[in-house]
């Protein structure tokens, strides 16, 4: 099974695919970062408890630890907010967007004096 990666451009255009996956060294690529810093925050995100790796592909053993090998776009996400670069900018951007876009209508409803307005 080929796996689905998230890429950014050089002109900000974002591509997620909807199954991603993906490794600490691409999550380092992605953002243009070291590998050790993209590690360390995916070790400390994980030691939070806000988000955990996916080993239905694969982990590895350190003593009691598992760790998986990939990790899906709500890592990746995390990471982003976590570590400052131009690529990480990018997403920041892309996802803030993404997530309040909205097709919804919102209707705020009060109740005074018996009278319900909408």
Not at 28 to 37: H, K, N, R, S
Not at 79 to 103: C, G, L, N, P, Y
């Amino acid at each position: 099974m080929k796996r689905k990666l998230i890429t950014i451009s050089d002109s900000a255009s974002v591509s997620v695919p909807s199954e991603t996956k993906m490794s600490i060294s691409e999550i380092a690529d992605l953002f243009g970062i070291y590998y050790q810093t993209a590690k360390r925050h995916i070790r400390a995100i994980e030691k939070s408890g806000v988000v955990n790796g996916d080993c239905s592909m694969s982990c590895a053993f350190d003593g009691s630890k598992v760790y998986p090998d990939y990790y899906g776009a709500d890592m990746i996400i995390a990471v982003a907010f976590r570590v400052q670069s131009e690529k990480t900018e990018m997403f920041r951007r892309w996802v803030v967007r993404r997530v309040t876009k909205s097709d919804i209508q919102i209707v705020l409803t009060s109740l005074n004096n018996k009278a319900m307005m909408n």
